[in-house]
């Protein structure tokens, strides 16, 4: 299931966890900031500038996002549930 990130959706998230626990499933989420992607290639110098507003100073790349998205699949995150992953280079926190 994929789930957008509105803030209808960030409420939802909890409540599909709980209602999911009966038949072992996790759900989760994650929220990128500026991604460098096929789709973004047009508006490089875009992803670019909002890159340099967050902490880490550069946008992400699909691998990073990739790489939270296989860790919570994985059977290190079956403990996590109804959490949201911020793979935003720390835009989240300012």
């Known amino acids: 299931m994929t789930l957008s990130s509105s803030a209808e959706d960030r409420h939802q998230r ?24 096929p789709g973004t290639d047009g508006m490089r110098e875009t992803v670019e500038q909002l890159g340099k507003t ?20 994985s059977e290190e995150a079956t403990y996590v549930n109804g959490s949201t992953v911020s793979v935003d280079g ?5």
């Open 14 to 37: 909890p409540s599909l966890a709980a209602q999911a626990k009966p038949v072992c499933v996790t759900v989760n989420a994650v929220a990128p900031g500026p991604i460098h992607t």
């Open 90 to 94: 720390g835009r989240a926190a300012v």
């Open 54 to 73: 967050v902490p880490a100073g550069r946008a992400g790349t699909t691998a990073e996002v990739a790489a939270a998205v296989a860790f919570l699949v």
